[in-house]
């Protein structure tokens, strides 16, 4: 079965950026599927991120788009995230997970998440 | 952005009471409207896709109605594994949006 799994610090300073791969098993990322990043801060709820296709394409919540860049690396079938310029208000748990998309746009697989903190 | 609101924020609800939850859109959004349910330390799964299609290995207590900017699911008879906090998510356009959840609490 597909299963993600989210890596990174779990402690990022402020100002610095914040760097997290989700590694995919039990589905090869070049079959297909856009691949996106989900947050939920500590007591609120989820906020999308963003999302990548296995050939790049990307496309961002524009709250975040600014700081924003994703990547994919077929040869490890993962993909990653990187969040520049971090303050507090970037803590939260951040999940990855597949886009599920017929004609809609859900998300049906999801990694554990990991927690982040930004502080100094 | 489309601004998603859930009813209520919280309900307590005994087990095998019926249990309505509510999401409103900010605009018309069709049946471009999903749900999610999340337990306590874990990641949300996908319960409900396209407002009314039951994901499968999902327990068929649970259904989803609505359409435009009103939505409701609906948990026929509360089970206590259903114990939760639950999440809308609407699709109709992008940035996808979440409503802030609604937690589902044993009475």
């Known amino acids: 079965q597909v299963q993600l799994q989210e890596s990174g610090p779990g402690l990022v300073k402020p100002s610095e950026t914040l760097s997290l791969t989700c590694a995919v098993s039990g589905y090869s990322i070049s079959s297909g599927y856009y691949w996106g990043w989900i947050r939920q801060p500590p007591g609120k709820g989820l906020e999308w991120i963003g999302s990548?296709?296995?050939?790049?394409?990307?496309y961002f919540n524009p709250s975040l788009k600014s700081r924003l860049t994703m990547s994919v690396d077929m040869s490890k079938n993962q993909f990653s995230l990187n969040l520049t310029s971090v303050t507090a208000a970037d803590t939260a748990v951040y999940y990855c997970?597949?886009?599920?998309?017929?004609?809609?746009?859900?998300?049906?697989?999801w990694g554990q998440g990991t927690i982040v903190t930004v502080s100094s | 952005d489309i601004q998603m609101t859930q009813s209520p924020s919280s309900l307590s609800a005994s087990v095998g009471d019926r249990v309505t939850i509510t999401c409103r859109a900010s605009?018309?959004?069709?049946?471009?409207l999903h749900w999610y349910q999340q337990k306590p330390g874990k990641a949300p799964k996908l319960l409900i896709f396209a407002a009314s299609t039951l994901q499968s290995g999902a327990p068929s207590r649970f259904s989803g109605s609505g359409s435009g900017t009103e939505f409701a699911l609906t948990i026929s008879s509360l089970q206590s594994e259903d114990f939760a906090t639950y999440h809308c998510?609407?699709?109709?356009?992008?940035?996808?949006?979440f409503g802030q959840g609604t937690k589902v609490e044993i009475k």
């Open positions: 990548i296709y296995h050939r790049g394409s990307t």
């Open positions: 998510q609407q699709s109709f356009t992008s940035p996808w949006t």
């Open positions: 997970a597949r886009e599920y998309t017929n004609t809609q746009v859900a998300f049906d697989i």
């Open positions: 605009q018309s959004i069709n049946s471009d």
